[in-house]
């Protein structure tokens, strides 16, 4: 089984991230570091890497994670995702992800053109605002994930597997190294030391349409699902998730019904519930667990009541504040004030 690895050299700046995200009160430090399989000092799985992204995401208050000069709000992916599902076809979404995150960064880095048979998504980051050089390996690290994350995002609206028509990627890095998971991942030609960032797809692809109804709402949190699933299907392996946390990383993904995630697993709702109960466990506790840490993740970020409650599809803001007074011995708003006595 291949695995793809990325040097530790090139994540660096992450992981420094990361710790710092884990000792501030946005999260304890077990919710964001995550466990490797690999004992290695010398590099980072893949799959480790983007959920690293995810956790920090998720924990932070600047969704740049430090590696913008300019910091994003929470839910800034979020947003893209909600404008790009307003597509009519591949093209058009494309195009619209390229204008939202111009302006969100403030620049003319992003571009979709048709060159000859490909349909070109182009990112020139020379003069982004990185908090290091565009020309090193933390930038390269970054943008070469970002293409990955792009072409999951298309990917999941679509509902069509595109990888088969990525015609070409190419990158800034000057050159490849034997251990460069970000582009070993792609199965197409990869050119490095080009002028900016590309992904070519076949011309062909550009007008299928963005599905409207989705199974599992589109999301941050599925794109790393999709992510996640790419890897394994490239390392030719199953996505390793014990079932309890598998569920949890659906149902923070935004799916609930228990139906649907039994579908999704592979299982009867029947199976599903005796293994929860074999594990010690039931739906509804990890229903409850899944809300409460999204509910208090948004909290930290300093998102209002009223907010997280309709993100959580509460009916009202009384019923989210019962739930969570429930869950916490305290109500959303004391858990409010007691962040703001810590920080004092």
Same mark, same amino acid.
């Given at each position: 089984?291949?695995? @793809?690895?990325?040097?530790?050299?090139?994540?660096?700046?992450?992981?420094?991230?990361?710790?710092?995200?884990?000792?501030?009160?946005?999260?304890?430090?077990?919710?964001?570091?995550?466990?490797?399989?690999?004992?290695?000092?010398?590099?980072?799985?893949?799959?480790?890497?983007?959920?690293?992204?995810?956790?920090?995401?998720?924990?932070?208050?600047?969704?740049?994670?430090?590696?913008?000069?300019?910091?994003?709000?929470?839910?800034?992916?979020?947003?893209?995702?909600?404008?790009?599902?307003?597509?009519? /076809?591949?093209?058009?979404?494309?195009?619209?992800?390229?204008?939202?995150?111009?302006?969100?960064?403030?620049?003319?880095?992003?571009?979709?053109?048709?060159?000859?048979?490909? @349909?070109?998504?182009?990112?020139?980051?020379?003069?982004? $605002?990185?908090?290091?050089?565009?020309?090193? $390996?933390?930038?390269?690290?970054?943008?070469?994930?970002? @293409?990955?994350?792009?072409?999951?995002?298309?990917?999941?609206?679509?509902?069509?597997?595109?990888?088969?028509?990525?015609?070409?990627?190419?990158?800034?890095?000057?050159?490849?190294?034997?251990?460069?998971?970000?582009?070993?991942?792609?199965?197409?030609?990869?050119?490095?030391?080009? $002028?900016?960032?590309?992904?070519?797809?076949?011309?062909?692809?550009?007008?299928?349409?963005?599905?409207?109804?989705?199974?599992?709402?589109?999301?941050?949190?599925?794109?790393?699902?999709?992510?996640?699933?790419?890897?394994?299907?490239?390392?030719?392996?199953?996505?390793? /998730?014990?079932?309890?946390?598998?569920?949890?990383?659906?149902?923070?993904?935004?799916?609930?019904?228990?139906?649907?995630?039994?579908?999704?697993?592979?299982?009867?709702?029947?199976? @599903?519930?005796?293994?929860?109960?074999?594990?010690?466990?039931?739906?509804?506790?990890?229903?409850?667990?899944?809300? /409460?840490?999204?509910?208090?993740?948004?909290?930290?970020?300093?998102?209002?009541?009223?907010?997280?409650?309709?993100?959580?599809?509460?009916?009202?803001?009384?019923?989210?504040?019962?739930?969570?007074?429930?869950? /916490?011995?305290?109500?959303?708003?004391?858990?409010?004030?007691?962040?703001?006595?810590?920080?004092?």
């Amino acid at each position: 089984m291949t695995r @793809l690895i990325v040097p530790r050299g090139e994540t660096s700046a992450l992981e420094t991230a990361a710790k710092s995200i884990a000792g501030l009160r946005t999260a304890e430090p077990g919710a964001i570091l995550p466990e490797s399989d690999d004992e290695s000092q010398n590099w980072m799985l893949l799959r480790d890497y983007f959920q690293l992204m995810r956790r920090m995401t998720a924990a932070a208050s600047d969704e740049s994670l430090g590696m913008s000069q300019r910091s994003l709000a929470p839910g800034t992916t979020d947003f893209v995702i909600d404008i790009l599902k307003q597509a009519d /076809n591949l093209e058009d979404a494309m195009k619209r992800t390229a204008r939202t995150y111009n302006l969100i960064h403030g620049g003319y880095f992003n571009k979709v053109t048709r060159r000859r048979d490909c @349909l070109v998504y182009t990112i020139d980051d020379r003069e982004f $605002p990185y908090a290091f050089s565009a020309d090193s $390996p933390p930038a390269y690290s970054v943008m070469e994930g970002l @293409l990955i994350f792009l072409h999951a995002m298309l990917t999941l609206t679509t509902g069509v597997a595109l990888t088969p028509h990525v015609r070409c990627v190419r990158s800034r890095r000057p050159k490849r190294d034997t251990r460069d998971g970000f582009l070993s991942f792609w199965e197409a030609p990869v050119r490095c030391d080009a $002028p900016f960032y590309a992904l070519e797809y076949d011309l062909s692809v550009a007008g299928i349409a963005i599905r409207k109804k989705h199974d599992r709402p589109v999301s941050a949190a599925t794109v790393y699902d999709t992510v996640n699933e790419m890897i394994a299907e490239r390392e030719h392996r199953v996505a390793k /998730n014990d079932l309890p946390q598998r569920i949890k990383d659906l149902m923070e993904a935004g799916v609930t019904e228990q139906a649907i995630i039994a579908r999704d697993l592979g299982l009867s709702v029947a199976t @599903l519930r005796r293994r929860l109960s074999e594990s010690g466990t039931s739906f509804r506790d990890l229903r409850h667990q899944a809300l /409460n840490k999204m509910a208090q993740s948004m909290l930290r970020q300093g998102r209002p009541i009223g907010d997280v409650a309709e993100t959580l599809n509460y009916v009202d803001v009384r019923s989210f504040s019962r739930a969570f007074k429930t869950w /916490n011995d305290m109500t959303p708003a004391a858990f409010i004030r007691q962040l703001g006595d810590a920080d004092a």
